[in-house]
């Protein structure tokens, strides 16, 4: 629904969205998903939420097509035990030319979703998407190399 057809609703008073209609028309799942996570219908398609545990603790993340469970707990791992290797590029430009950002703290009960974003590439690139708060967060671009997870960017989403 277009944001004009939203104010068409409102102006002739008719009852407003529930919350749960509201994110959908936003384009995200009230739990924060984007909605093309939520049903991708294809045959033999692994994607979906996950619970990834370790001890009592547990977050439940979305993994894309492609995306194993054993790299996405390997991540999540990495992330929650601060074992991220640093494979940022030095900054090209500015005060701090050529030397390499610090790693950042990464809230691993933020983790909404791991996706495949360059599958032909060895290794694969994955992007996690955490979140902030409903409509922003943080995205990170890691690496599986021999066991070790390797962040090489870092950006930020809004919706």
Not at 22 to 30: E, I, Q, S, W, Y
Not at 66 to 90: F, H, K, T
Not at 98 to 124: C, F
């Amino acid at each position: 629904m277009s944001l004009m057809s939203l104010i068409c609703l409102m102006s002739a008073e008719l009852p407003l969205p529930s919350p749960r209609e509201d994110a959908l028309l936003l384009g995200f799942a009230p739990d924060r998903r984007p909605v093309s996570q939520i049903v991708t219908g294809v045959k033999g398609d692994t994607s979906g939420t996950r619970r990834i545990r370790e001890g009592d603790w547990h977050v439940e993340v979305f993994l894309g097509p492609g995306v194993s469970e054993a790299d996405a707990s390997l991540i999540v791992r990495a992330i929650r035990g601060n074992q991220l290797a640093n494979g940022q590029a030095p900054l090209a430009s500015g005060p701090g030319a050529g030397t390499v950002s610090e790693l950042p703290e990464i809230d691993p009960s933020r983790i909404g979703s791991i996706e495949v974003v360059s599958p032909h590439t060895e290794p694969p690139s994955y992007e996690i998407r955490t979140w902030e708060d409903f409509s922003s967060g943080s995205l990170y671009m890691v690496v599986v190399r021999e066991g070790k997870v390797e962040l090489r960017r870092i950006g930020f989403w809004i919706a």
